[in-house]
């Protein structure tokens, strides 16, 4: 299923990737001959920046677009871009949580 947006499934991308750099987030647009487009997201944190991941935009099936994570679990709905930006960088922040001690 094609999401409907101008840009299609880039231009949701790309409105997402506009929020999360509003955030201080580093983005990058992918968009690969033959495949889908993607955005990837990595902490700001220079100690954090394993935590990245892609994103994708695809249909569910039922006539609703969604951003997606790449083990097919959805973000949130294509056209609430903030709402997905506060979901990524929730999942990708770091913890401040220090070293477990043992009971």
């Given at each position: 299923?094609?999401?409907?947006?101008?840009?299609?499934?880039?231009?949701?991308?790309?409105?997402?990737?506009?929020?999360?750099?509003?955030?201080?987030?580093?983005?990058?647009?992918?968009?690969p001959?033959?495949r889908?487009?993607?955005?990837?997201?990595?902490?700001?944190?220079?100690?954090?920046?394993?935590?990245?991941?892609?994103?994708?935009?695809?249909?569910?099936?039922?006539?609703?677009c969604?951003?997606?994570?790449?083990?097919?679990?959805?973000?949130?709905?294509?056209?609430?871009?903030?709402?997905?930006?506060?979901?990524?960088?929730?999942?990708?922040?770091?913890?401040?949580?220090?070293?477990?001690?043992?009971?």
């Amino acid at each position: 299923m094609s999401c409907s947006h101008a840009g299609g499934p880039a231009g949701h991308l790309e409105a997402l990737r506009r929020e999360l750099s509003r955030r201080g987030w580093i983005t990058s647009l992918l968009e690969p001959p033959g495949r889908p487009a993607s955005l990837f997201v990595q902490n700001p944190d220079p100690g954090a920046a394993a935590l990245s991941d892609h994103v994708l935009v695809a249909g569910d099936g039922q006539g609703r677009c969604w951003y997606w994570w790449p083990w097919a679990t959805r973000i949130a709905p294509a056209g609430d871009p903030a709402q997905a930006a506060g979901r990524i960088t929730s999942v990708l922040r770091a913890t401040d949580s220090g070293p477990v001690t043992p009971a």
